[in-house]
């Protein structure tokens, strides 16, 4: 049977989040109430996104397989509101999948800001058959995080997954 790994990005997530002391203010103005709570509230909501993500076959039986990027922000309750495929290299399948796990993620209000008005979060999965795959894709979305972080257009986005 092959499985699907995907790929918890915490060390991605903390790259192209606010890389400032706690508590500090971002040059865009978001306040970071503490940065090891931020990492540890993207940790969880990584772990709750994996939980949600456990198909690993397309409905044909086919092994799902590539990167899946899903932006989004937060409506008044704390749900993924506006969400928007960024990049999708895994088909049409994949991101139904993909789109449908982050629409379910709950809890996003409490990520520590202090305010997530007007914050993006990005959900970044991988859909692997293989370690080896699962690596080659990890370094691609490495690629385009890095030339992400690199546009002056970029925002404060925080990334999960």
């Not at 772990?47 to 397989?65: H, I, N, T, V, Y």
């Not at 699962?134 to 992400?148: I, Q, T, V």
Request: glycine residues 6%.
């Amino acid at each position: 049977m092959t499985k699907t790994f995907k790929l918890p990005l915490a060390f991605i997530a903390l790259a192209c989040t606010l890389p400032v002391a706690a508590p500090a203010l971002a040059q865009d103005g978001v306040l970071v109430v503490s940065q090891s709570a931020l990492q540890q509230w993207q940790n969880d909501r990584t772990k709750e996104l994996d939980r949600l993500l456990q198909s690993d076959r397309d409905p044909f039986g086919r092994p799902l397989s590539g990167i899946v990027q899903v932006s989004f922000t937060l409506d008044e309750d704390g749900r993924p509101t506006g969400l928007e495929t960024v990049h999708n290299s895994a088909g049409v399948a994949s991101q139904r999948i993909a789109r449908w796990a982050v629409s379910q993620l709950r809890d996003l209000d409490s990520v520590p800001l202090a305010s997530a008005d007007g914050v993006r979060f990005q959900a970044n999965i991988i859909f692997a058959a293989n370690e080896r795959e699962r690596d080659a894709f990890a370094a691609e979305l490495a690629a385009m995080e890095s030339a992400r972080l690199a546009t002056a257009e970029t925002g404060t986005v925080i990334a999960i997954g």
